[in-house]
């Protein structure tokens, strides 16, 4: 079992950023591929950015251009630079570790989220 904490979140006018980070209780340097989730009001949780070890990265299309995935592999963390957000952006984020060692298409990892952190609201207003 690895528990995923999720500090942070926040909320900023249209246009402003924000960064989110996820520790993770395990053993340093997994060779496990990461990523980030939302889910908005009414909307599926959707992906939104996955990272591998190397750091070999993959985004959704609605981020791509603004928002910054990355990790410390030594310190266990995750994080999810946010710039030039839109109030289409406001969501709970989640971040996940996934069954895979790399990414997929459109901000997934390869293969199933199986740990999940309890998640962070994100609120842009316009």
């Known amino acids: 079992q690895v528990r995923l904490a999720q500090p942070g979140g926040g909320s900023v006018a249209d246009g402003g950023s924000l960064r989110l980070s996820c520790v993770a209780e395990?053993?340093?340097?997994?060779?496990?591929?990461m990523g980030w989730f939302r889910e908005a009001p009414g909307k599926e949780r959707e992906a939104v950015a996955a990272?591998?070890?190397?750091?070999?990265?993959s985004y959704a299309d609605s981020v791509k251009g603004r928002f910054t995935i990355s990790r410390d592999n030594a310190k266990n963390t995750l994080f999810l630079q946010m710039d030039s957000l839109k109030p289409e952006d406001t969501a709970m984020y989640y971040c996940?570790?996934?069954?895979?060692?790399?990414?997929?298409?459109?901000?997934?990892?390869?293969?199933?989220?199986?740990?999940w952190g309890q998640g962070t609201q994100v609120t842009v207003s316009s």
């Open positions: 996940a570790e996934d069954t895979s060692f790399v990414v997929g298409s459109d901000g997934n990892c390869a293969g199933a989220a199986k740990y």
């Open positions: 990272i591998e070890y190397k750091g070999r990265t």
């Open positions: 395990r053993p340093p340097h997994s060779y496990i591929c």
